[in-house]
């Protein structure tokens, strides 16, 4: 079965402190897609990165960073030095196989406070 | 940058009315999705189309029929409304590539069946 767990439902941190969002995935496919977006207040999803199985490299995006580890089935997110504007819902999603049709299968969301 | 647009974006029906939610996208994409947000259940995917003329079911399409005439619209029906179908839905659009590729979102329609 293909599956997306993201553990944590909520987070409160306060500005400044770095942070990390967690998803560990379930497929039996080699191939497969990874993707984090973002839901902000205003409702809309954001996309963040899209990593494919056979690409274990970290990322890292400005105060973003995405840790890949297929040992552990997992794809987790860090903010660092979170600001307000960080506060959303964050999800992670899974798309599997390679003839695929995109179909993203996601996880249950994080909702991530960040305090002033 | 129209992107996705979604019609209407808040909506109230009673119990057994009926409804199309209209998505329409301006970027050509080939593929199309439909999916449902409910609280603590992430997105969930309605139903799917990978071109015009063509539609199969996801993870949760019971009570939701679909249509894809043409290939920048995309259009999600409710026939008998159900308390149960009160979600936030969206519409989202994608083209193949190597692998997949990243989906694009519209801005939600919030249907509340009472």
Known sequence: ????TQAQTEISVVEKEDVT?????????????????K???????????RRNSFDEQNEISGRYSWN???STSSFNFTITASQ????????????????????????????????? | NAGVTQTPKFRVLKTGQSMTLLCAQD????????????PGMGL???????GEGTTAKGEVPDGYNVSRLKKQNFLLGLESAAPSQTSVYFCASSRPGTGATEAFFGQGTRLTVV
Not at chain 1, 1 to 4: D, E, G, L, T, Y
Not at chain 1, 41 to 46: A, H, I, T, Y
């Open chain 1, 1 to 4: 079965a293909q599956k997306v």
């Open chain 1, 21 to 37: 969002l967690d998803c560990v995935y379930e497929t039996r496919d080699t191939t497969y897609y990874l993707f984090w977006y």
């Open chain 1, 39 to 49: 839901q902000p207040p205003s409702g809309e999803l954001v996309f963040l990165i």
């Open chain 1, 68 to 70: 890949f580890q297929k």
């Open chain 1, 84 to 116: 307000v504007v960080d506060s959303a819902v964050y999800f992670c999603a899974l798309v599997h196989g390679s003839g695929n049709t995109g179909k993203l299968i996601f996880g249950q969301g994080t909702t991530l406070q960040v305090k002033p």
């Open chain 2, 27 to 38: 970027m050509n994409h080939e593929y199309m999705y439909w999916y449902r947000q409910d």
């Open chain 2, 44 to 50: 969930r995917l309605i139903h799917y189309s990978v």
